[in-house]
């Protein structure tokens, strides 16, 4: 199983992004996806998660509103729409796998068994 994180880059705040993360070597539409971020210095962080009914799950109101996730079966890709960007955005971010069968998706980093490398955004003027 590989995934393929990509779309990061500089952009200034106020601005837009969309992260993509390609999944290969699974069986995409039956897993729960989710989005994490690391900034430098800080814990990993879960921002949004998306079952494989299309369900989805946020960390908090804020960044519902700005980072809407979705998915593409049939491409097996799961996106993160950034919008609105600040620079406490800034971190990597980092796509997961649950392959469980658990009903729903959850924001447990552990619940994830494959994650992406990773792509980087930075927010800054």
């Not at 070597?25 to 039956?30: D, I, L, M």
């Not at 900034?39 to 879960?46: I, S």
């Not at 949004?48 to 097996?76: E, M, V």
Request: charged residues 15%; aromatic residues 10%; glycine residues 12%.
């Amino acid at each position: 199983v590989q995934l393929q994180a990509s779309g990061g880059g500089l952009v200034q705040p106020g601005g837009s992004l969309r992260l993509s993360c390609a999944v290969s070597g699974g069986a995409f539409s039956t897993w729960h996806m989710g989005w994490f971020r690391q900034a430098p210095g800080k814990a990993r962080e879960f921002v949004a998660g998306i079952s494989r009914y299309g369900g989805t799950i946020y960390s908090s109101d804020s960044l519902k509103a700005r980072f809407p996730i979705s998915r593409d079966n049939a491409k097996n890709t799961v996106y993160l729409q950034m919008n609105n960007l600040k620079p406490e955005d800034t971190a990597v971010y980092h796509c997961a796998a649950d392959q469980s069968q658990r009903i729903g998706v959850r924001s447990i980093a552990s619940d994830y068994a494959y994650w992406g490398q990773g792509t980087l955004v930075t927010v800054s003027s």
